[in-house]
């Protein structure tokens, strides 16, 4: 049995090899459906196993209160944003003062800038860091974490002192490699003392989160006035199960702030940071769609192919087939030697598509900074396809030449 099965493998790599350029072409018509769909199944792995990495680190155990709901309101038939009134100073100090949910922790935090200029010494960084102001809890909500220094205490916050955290950029950066702790960088002319470097995060969508300045608050409001600021406020729980009472709470706590009757709705959004993450890998759904829908129509054009193509080889290898079955070959074996030679292409042509997708996928990730994943998921499936393809292509054309009277295939010119 395993001599015959043998015999198959070497008689269907001489067909092959044989028929060369046909071979090589409906091997690239498989390639390009598999390809298609391990390279888009692959890009969109990366996405969403940024995605998770950025917001997971958040936990599940946060939730923010921001200027703007993520939902859209209909009116008349077509979507616009609810417009709400930016979240001032004044109502987060509010907030802070008023919110006093067991087992929680509130950080307040403000984007001053996006494109800063920091000094050190002689050298100074490119006009594209952003600076934060934030109180003593913002890294820990942030899920950020301290490589080397310290994070803010409360009493760096209360008495303004002029200390700053930075990102993992800065000690290649700006310090050329030396401990950034203790050195005193400039910010539009005001100094601070380095406490903490931040673990590296990476980027995200071309947004580079290494290359940021923290600095307290009130400093920050000292060096960035311009008007209508948005302030955001992140709460903490310790416990998953604390977190929908103390979202009730912070909602009837804001909505008191800002004076809201009972029958007005939120003029502010509440987002949760595992309803972010769901809300946005929901999207990537629709590109898993996309790539179904491409391959299984490519590969189902590819599968025509392959049968054809087999189809012209039976035709071409009649006097061959009546030679075998002349000398004794039995219907199972002359079926069972188109049928290896046909999953024999089917799997090059998987073989060099999921090669090309992974590159594709990886090419894309490195492009858009995507943290890059093998696919074995899309892998499995391309793998399991090209099976199926062969098999469903091989099948016809393999009973067709069993089928053939030896004397007839003699007899053929």
Do not use: C, H
Request: cysteine-free; hydrophobic content about 45%; glycine content about 8%.
């Amino acid at each position: 049995m395993f001599s015959l099965l043998k015999e198959n493998i070497r008689i269907a790599l001489t067909s092959i090899r044989s028929q060369s350029l046909r071979t090589i072409l409906t091997v690239l018509i498989i390639a390009i459906g598999i390809t298609a769909l391990v390279g888009i199944l692959s890009a969109v792995a990366a996405l969403e196993n940024t995605i998770g990495n950025n917001f997971a680190s958040m936990g599940a155990n946060t939730f923010n209160i921001q200027r703007y709901d993520l939902t859209f309101q209909r009116s008349g038939g077509g979507e616009r944003q609810k417009v709400n009134p930016v979240v001032t100073y004044q109502e987060v100090k509010k907030f802070e003062e008023n919110f006093t949910y067991p087992f929680s922790q509130t950080a307040v935090s403000f984007t001053g800038t996006s494109a800063a200029e920091v000094k050190y010494q002689n050298e100074k960084t490119d006009p594209e860091v952003s600076v934060l102001g934030a109180n003593e809890n913002y890294l820990d909500n942030s899920g950020l974490e301290i490589e080397e220094g310290r994070n803010f205490n409360i009493f760096d916050i209360q008495n303004n002192n002029n200390v700053a955290i930075v990102g993992a950029d800065f000690k290649e950066g700006l310090f050329e490699g030396q401990d950034p702790v203790d050195r005193t960088i400039s910010i539009r002319g005001a100094k601070f003392r380095v406490i903490g470097l931040l673990e590296s995060k990476g980027s995200t969508f071309g947004n580079n989160q290494d290359l940021r300045v923290i600095i307290p608050i009130q400093q920050a409001r000292s060096l960035f006035t311009q008007p209508n600021i948005n302030y955001n406020v992140s709460v903490k729980v310790d416990n998953k199960e604390y977190l929908e009472g103390a979202q009730s709470e912070a909602i009837i706590t804001f909505r008191n702030i800002r004076k809201l009757n009972p029958i007005e709705e939120n003029n502010f959004g509440i987002q949760r940071s595992d309803d972010l993450i769901n809300r946005i890998l929901s999207i990537t759904e629709y590109l898993n769609y996309a790539a179904w829908v491409i391959s299984i129509i490519t590969i189902f054009g590819s599968s025509i192919a392959l049968m054809n193509i087999m189809l012209v080889s039976v035709t071409e290898r009649t006097r061959e087939i009546g030679v075998r079955k002349a000398l004794g070959a039995k219907k199972g074996t002359i079926a069972g030697q188109f049928f290896i030679e046909t999953l024999l292409i089917g799997q090059l042509g998987g073989i060099l598509g999921i090669l090309l997708g992974i590159l594709i996928g990886y090419a894309v990730a490195k492009f858009a900074e995507f943290d890059f994943t093998t696919p074995w998921v899309a892998i499995i499936w391309a793998t399991a396809i090209t099976i199926v393809v062969a098999i469903l292509a091989g099948s016809f054309p393999a009973v067709k030449a069993a089928k053939q009277d030896p004397i007839e295939s003699l007899r053929y010119e």
